[in-house]
């Protein structure tokens, strides 16, 4: 089936720091989410993407879609502890009869006192 | 956006018993899903629960193990059949707004089985 890689697995920044992770898939998709989940929590969504080469902001976050439409990243700009917690993308393609989500495998984001 | 409600929060069974899972939405919608999180884990898709039909399972998941109900547009329930520690997970679940975009998520089961 699709697989979603995201990278890197793992992230140990400091605070204040910007945050860049991506996400690539061996197959095209016509939606990109990208959420975030706290520990004991549900993914939350952050970011939706429809369109490839839509470039989305949501306060410190930025996520694009790519022109491929087969890959996807997510900037977090000054990033606080807040930030902390797994980010995963998901993939979507939008077409009636196929509603289900491909999930990333996961980036986890640590915030170093 | 839709508010999820999933019930119980976190669980702690023994082997062989089984447990249901309730999901609650603040709004009618047409399909909802069912996800395990494995520990450590990104999320998989057990099945899509479609009111007024049989649920359609992933490769992998099969009925008998986990049994799904949706009686109407705002609820369904997923059932873990003869646990085993190896179904010790996060189970969640998920609907789509906006028909085929947006996800969004019920707080999850945190199961245990001992």
């Known amino acids: 089936g699709q697989q979603l890689n995201q990278s890197p697995q793992s992230m140990f920044i400091q605070e204040g720091e910007d945050v860049s992770m991506n996400c690539t898939s061996s197959?095209?998709?016509?939606?990109w989410l990208w959420y975030k989940q706290d520990p004991g929590e549900g993914p939350v969504l952050l970011i939706a993407l429809y369109k490839a080469g839509e470039l989305t902001s949501n306060g410190r976050l930025t996520a694009q879609f790519g022109i491929t439409r087969k890959d996807s990243f997510l900037n977090i700009s000054a990033s606080i502890p807040s930030d902390v917690g797994i980010y995963f993308c998901a993939g979507h393609l939008g077409n009636f009869g196929n509603e289900k989500l491909t999930f990333g495998t996961g980036t986890r984001l640590t915030i170093i006192p | 956006s839709a508010v999820i409600s999933q019930k119980p929060s976190r669980d702690i069974c023994q082997r062989g018993t089984s447990l249901t899972i309730q999901c609650q939405v603040d709004?009618?919608?047409?399909?909802m899903f069912w996800y395990r999180q494995q520990p450590g884990q990104s999320l998989t898709l057990i099945a899509t629960a479609n009111q007024g039909s049989e649920a359609t399972y992933e490769s992998g998941f099969v009925i008998d193990k986990f049994p799904i109900s949706r009686p109407n547009l705002t609820f369904s329930t997923l059932t873990v059949s003869n646990m085993s520690p190896e179904d010790s997970s996060i189970y969640l679940c998920?609907?789509?707004?906006?028909?085929?975009?947006?996800?969004?998520f019920g707080q999850g089961t945190r199961l245990t089985v001992v």
């Open positions: 709004s009618q919608v047409t399909m």
């Open positions: 998920s609907v789509h707004v906006l028909a085929n975009t947006e996800a969004f």
């Open positions: 197959s095209i998709f016509n939606t």
